[in-house]
């Protein structure tokens, strides 16, 4: 009898547990917490790769004079090709259109060749991406015509002898543009864009098959070259200004109505985000990137717009493009040894850490990652190189540490940031 | 050179399945995906070469090989390997 009333109790009291547990659930569903997880699956962004930093626009706002300018430069190729060569420089700061203003003039001068049926074709080549070299340079162009082209054994004096036969022979007519030439001026010297401009002198009789952009930030970096090269280069200059306000409005304007959803970016809130981004140089990228990531913010609260807010928390986690760009162009190892450096400086409050604390944390990564990790001289090199792009700084002890090391401090970039885009990079 | 010389040797029908697949290629590169060594990849491809099968471009010091699309051999030898492919997909299928 005692068991049989204990049972119904027990009973009882888990049936009243269930009920109050449903009507706990029921209450959740009702709160914020819940309502916030739920509106978390609307975006809004309509298409964000038009916010990538390689979307190239079908044309570049406020910079008709300048893409004019370089129609008329190279009016040749489309006319008489062959007939002679051209050298143009573009110079302006980050963020102000070159490389894309570059871009887009190559594929349209292709595009206006191929109706002619003049086989013209635009390469576009980084620089810095491609270490300054000369070599990679040109091979990453004799690549486009030969994919199977070998890639050791020879000099780029060779491979340069070597392009102009393969143009010759495929008959093809080149407009080379060199991004960030600083990086080729710094590591080649003057003398190979000496032998660029003037390769076509020893061919007096031969086509004038290969032109050249070149696309640098400050014209300060030509002083190193000499004047006969200087003087063939600054035949034809175009400088880009820094974007105006109102320029960096429109240019967003027309951003945030292919990337986003209808009403979910007012007027103010592009006010914003141009004001900023004029504060940063008049930095289009810089605003692009700033408007994803308010974007990004937004998705993350669950709002259905994008507020001053989330710009303004966006702003605080953006750090400069320079940096960012070079991180883009690092190769596998670079950035493991940056992501096992960001994952240092996160754990410490240390303002610099020796190479040997940055090696064992990249060796770390190196293991997560499942690649072999390279050795001292190859990560001493990286050092420098990351150094000289501005994302760290490095410097050799002094005192308090025994013997001499290079010590590594991270600067100008937020280690978390750092981190995550490097990851992102490494997944992707 | 005959057919059977051809086909007899397993270096040569390697290198002709080669050049079909990717069209152009240096010497080193052919010597390296078919497993010959570089003397015995030269000599297949003169060999080739000789028969009509195969040209060469020389830019500097470098020979980039591909098939003798103007020789009718060659166009047969081509059609041949993409056939064969072809037939051994569907088999597999």
């Given at each position: 009898m005692l068991i049989l009333i204990f049972t119904f109790l027990i009973y009882v009291f888990s049936f009243k547990l269930t009920e109050n547990h449903k009507s706990t659930d029921n209450k959740y569903s009702e709160t914020p917490l819940r309502r916030k997880k739920m509106a978390?699956?609307?975006?809004?962004?309509?298409?964000?790769?038009?916010?990538?930093?390689n979307y190239l626009p079908p044309s570049l706002s406020h910079r008709e004079p300048q893409f004019n300018l370089l129609t008329r430069f190279f009016q040749f190729a489309t006319e008489s090709p062959g007939k002679m060569a051209q050298r143009a420089l573009i110079v302006g700061k980050v963020g102000t259109g070159k490389t894309a203003l570059a871009k887009i003039f190559g594929l349209k001068l292709m595009q206006t060749a191929q109706e002619k049926g003049i086989n013209l074709h635009y390469v576009h080549v980084n620089c810095r991406e491609r270490k300054g070299s000369l070599f990679l340079i040109l091979q990453q162009v004799i690549l486009d015509f030969y994919?199977?082209?070998?890639?050791?054994?020879?000099?780029s004096e060779e491979l340069l002898q070597m392009l102009l036969q393969v143009l010759d022979e495929k008959d093809i007519f080149v407009l080379l543009a060199l991004d960030e030439l600083e990086a080729l001026i710094q590591n080649e010297g003057a003398d190979t864009l000496y032998k660029l401009t003037r390769m076509?002198?020893?061919?007096?009789?031969?086509?004038?098959r290969l032109s050249l952009i070149c696309i640098l930030?400050?014209?300060?970096?030509?002083?190193?070259?000499d004047e006969s090269t200087r003087s063939t280069l600054q035949r034809n200059i175009i400088f880009l200004e820094e974007y105006t306000k109102n320029q960096l409005r429109d240019i967003l304007s027309t951003r945030v109505m292919l990337a986003?959803?209808?009403?979910?970016?007012d007027e103010e809130v592009k006010d914003l985000v141009a004001e900023q981004a004029e504060k940063e140089g008049g930095n289009a990228r810089y605003a692009i990137e700033l408007l994803w990531r308010a974007g990004k913010y937004a998705d993350a609260s669950g709002l259905r717009e994008v507020t001053a807010d989330c710009v303004r928390r966006a702003s605080s986690s953006v750090y400069p493009t320079v940096q960012k760009d070079a991180v883009f162009s690092l190769e596998l190892h670079e950035k493991l040894f940056l992501l096992g450096l960001a994952r240092r400086f996160k754990q410490t409050s240390a303002t610099y850490i020796t190479m040997g604390e940055a090696e064992e944390a990249y060796n770390i990564v190196c293991e997560e990652y499942g690649e072999k990790p390279r050795r001292h001289t190859q990560l001493w090199k990286y050092v420098n190189n990351l150094s000289a792009s501005d994302v760290i700084r490095a410097k050799v002890s002094e005192g308090g540490v025994r013997g001499k090391t290079t010590l590594i401090g991270l600067p100008y970039v937020p280690a978390d940031e750092l981190e995550r885009e490097l990851s992102r990079r490494l997944k992707a | 050179m005959m057919v059977e010389e051809v086909f007899s040797s397993r270096g040569r029908v390697k290198i002709l399945r080669l050049l079909v697949e990717i069209s152009e290629l240096n010497i080193s590169e052919i010597a390296r995906r078919t497993g010959l060594n570089y003397a015995t990849a030269i000599q297949h491809l003169s060999a080739l070469e000789e028969a009509g099968l195969v040209c060469h471009k020389s830019f500097g010091r470098i020979r980039i090989y591909r098939l003798n699309e103007n020789n009718s051999h060659s166009r047969a030898v081509k059609d041949l390997i993409e056939g064969w492919e072809q037939a051994e997909k569907k088999e597999e299928k």
């Open positions: 978390s699956y609307f975006t809004v962004f309509k298409d964000e790769s038009k916010l990538d930093i994919p199977h082209f070998p890639k050791r054994g020879y000099s076509h002198e020893s061919r007096l009789k031969s086509p004038q930030r400050e014209l300060d970096c030509l002083d190193a070259l986003f959803r209808n009403g979910v970016v | -």
